[in-house]
């Protein structure tokens, strides 16, 4: 991916991952990116959807299950930007098998992903130095604020820790062919968050850590 894209250029002809592509904010990430003329690869975990808009249908489907990310090494070569937008919520259930899925799905599958996309990343850079891939990672707000559900909170904070280690040490390396960013949002309703008072479209366009002028898909995030 050539870094000297203008704004308006920003993601025409990239392909673009995203996981959680049936879920509420998954659908409108993919109506918006396609907009902007990218060719959008939905990752799920089941292929059936009762969406049945073109606009926020990906141009192509791929089945993964948490755990076996490894599969996943072959479909993502080619990815400019992968954005990790699943996750579980076991609401106020804090019992052992629940707590466990929910590190698994929230935390440790997210960064088996993100340590595979580094690695494909200095692959790619060792064979074309121009080119960079970025992954995008929504920690939620529950990284940052109290959540009805603890488990989730704490699965949550745990990956954006993770996050913000793996930000820190390619600062310090000042490696450039990989690029992190974290997605900060606010509380939007969805089935991981029944309780949400925005709609994922609203805060998917208006939240961005840097500037609240600025909407998600600016280059300003951070």
Not at 93 to 106: Q, T, Y
Request: charged share 25%.
């Amino acid at each position: 991916m050539k870094r000297n894209l203008s704004e308006d250029s920003r993601f025409k002809g990239l392909k673009i991952a995203i996981t959680g592509a049936n879920g509420s904010l998954g659908k409108y990430l993919i109506e918006v990116l396609k907009g902007k003329g990218a060719y959008i690869v939905g990752l799920t975990h089941n292929k059936k959807s009762n969406n049945k808009s073109f606009e926020s249908t990906p141009n192509e489907w791929i089945t993964w299950s948490c755990g076996k990310e490894d599969l996943l090494s072959k479909s993502l070569a080619n990815i400019d930007i992968l954005i990790l937008n699943h996750g579980f919520n076991p609401k106020e259930m804090i019992d052992s098998n629940e707590i466990n899925k929910a590190i698994e799905i929230n935390s440790l599958s997210h960064w088996r992903l993100i340590e595979m996309f580094e690695e494909l990343a200095l692959s790619n850079n060792n064979l074309n130095k121009y080119n960079s891939k970025e992954i995008w990672v929504n920690t939620s707000e529950a990284e940052i604020q109290i959540a009805f559900s603890p488990v989730y909170e704490i699965t949550k904070r745990l990956i954006g820790e993770l996050v913000s280690l793996k930000k820190s040490k390619l600062l310090i390396e000042k490696r450039s062919h990989f690029i992190i960013k974290k997605l900060i949002l606010g509380p939007f309703k969805s089935k991981l968050n029944p309780q949400g008072v925005l709609s994922p479209k609203f805060v998917a366009k208006k939240n961005n850590p840097k500037s609240r002028k600025r909407g998600l898909f600016n280059n300003s995030i951070s």
